[in-house]
C-alpha cells in the first residue's frame, strides 16, 4: 500500500529522548499507511547510532538522513520538508513524543472528510522537565482558547479577534501538502517557525481541530527553543513573525504585530519575575538592551511606530 504521509522525526543530540519518540510513531494504530523520514543534523552524542539501529530495524518503513555537518535547525527542518513525496506530512521533534496511538488515523480521517482543511490539529501537554524560565506550567495544555475549544473547524477570521491561546504545537499538526509550494516560500521561517506555520496554513484553509491530547512537548532546557533566554526567544519570535508578514504581502499584518506585541509583554514579564544570581543580575542591562537593539531594528525594516507606542504607552 502506497504511503499517504511522511512522519519527519527532526533531532539533533536527542539521544535520550529518541527511542521514545521514535516508538510513539511506530506504535500508531492506523488504517493508512505511512512512512518515517528522520533528519539529523551531525548529533554528536550517539543519535545516529540510534536512527540506524532503526532504520536497519524497519526497512522501507524507517528512512535515515543523517547530515555529515551541522547546518543549523532551519536547514536541516527545509530539508525534510522537501523530502516529502506523500499526501500528508507531521512533524515530530526528537525530545517530544505522541501519546495517542490513533493520532495519525483520527488526523487524517479528518483532512480526508473535509477537504477544505489545510491541516489538522490537537490538543498538546506540556512536560516541564528542565526549563528554568517556565514559559509553560508543567503538565499544563497548551490549546487554552475557548473558540478553539468548543469548534471543530477553525477559520482564520474566527481567531483575528482573539487574544491567546489559539495556537497548538507543532508536533501536534497533519498538514495537507498539496496546499504548500515550497519552491515560492522566500522566507524560510514564515513556514518553518510554530506561531508563523499556524498562520500560514490558516491561509490556505481552515483548520480541522480535535480536543484530545496527542502529543507531548517536552522543555528539556536543552532543545532550540527552552534552550535559549526568553529574550532571544522574543527576538527570534519577532523576526519570524515579520518574516511571515514579508511573505504574505502583509494580509494579516494587524493580527501578526498585536502578536508580536503580546508575546514580548509576556516574555518580559517571565523573566522579571525569575530570581536570578548575582552575575545575572549584573549582566541583564546589558542582555535587555541587545534584545530590544535587536527587536526594533528588524521591526523598523518596515514603518512599524505604533507597535513601538502600543508596547511602552
Not at 518574516?243 to 514580548?264: C, H, M, P, Q, V
Amino acid at each position: 500500500m502506497t504511503p499517504i504521509c511522511t512522519v519527519l522525526l527532526i533531532t539533533y543530540n536527542h539521544a535520550k529522548f529518541f527511542e521514545k519518540a521514535i516508538d510513539s510513531v511506530l506504535s500508531q494504530k492506523t488504517r493508512y499507511n505511512y512512512i518515517i523520514n528522520i533528519f539529523d543534523d551531525a548529533s554528536t552524542d550517539g543519535t545516529a547510532l540510534l536512527i540506524k539501529k532503526y532504520q536497519e530495524k524497519y526497512p522501507g518503513k524507517v528512512r535515515a538522513f543523517i547530515s555529515e555537518k551541522n547546518v543549523g535547525a532551519q536547514l536541516n527542518i527545509w530539508k525534510a520538508y522537501q523530502s516529502v513525496t506523500t499526501e500528508y506530512v507531521s512533524v515530530l521533534e526528537g525530545d517530544d513524543f505522541w501519546c495517542d496511538e490513533k493520532k495519525l488515523d483520527l488526523q487524517i480521517t479528518a483532512l480526508q472528510q473535509n477537504p477544505e482543511c489545510s491541516f489538522c490539529a490537537s490538543q498538546s501537554k506540556i512536560v516541564n522537565i528542565n526549563d528554568r524560565y517556565r514559559e509553560n506550567e508543567h503538565d499544563s495544555l497548551l490549546v487554552n482558547n475557548e473558540v478553539v475549544l468548543n469548534n471543530s473547524i477553525i477559520s482564520i477570521d474566527m481567531i483575528l479577534n482573539e487574544y491567546s491561546g489559539y495556537i497548538n504545537q507543532l508536533t501536534s499538526r497533519v498538514i495537507r501538502m498539496s496546499l504548500i509550494d515550497l519552491d515560492k516560500i522566500k522566507y524560510k521561517e514564515s513556514f518553518l517557525y510554530d506561531n508563523c506555520q499556524f498562520f500560514y496554513l490558516l491561509l490556505k484553509g481552515d483548520m480541522y481541530f480535535i480536543n484530545r491530547i496527542m502529543s507531548v512537548y517536552q522543555q528539556t532546557g536543552e532543545g532550540n527553543c527552552s534552550g535559549k533566554h526568553p529574550w532571544i526567544r522574543a527576538d527570534h519570535h519577532t523576526r519570524a513573525l515579520l518574516d511571515f508578514n514579508r511573505e504574505t504581502e502583509f494580509k494579516i499584518a494587524d493580527k501578526i504585530y498585536s502578536e508580536i506585541i503580546f508575546y514580548l509583554r509576556y516574555t518580559f514579564g517571565i523573566y522579571e519575575s525569575i530570581e536570578t544570581d548575582h552575575e545575572n543580575q549584573v549582566n541583564k542591562n546589558n542582555i535587555k538592551k541587545n534584545l530590544f537593539s535587536r527587536c526594533w531594528k528588524s521591526i523598523y525594516t518596515i514603518p512599524m511606530r505604533k507597535l513601538k507606542k502600543k508596547l511602552f504607552n
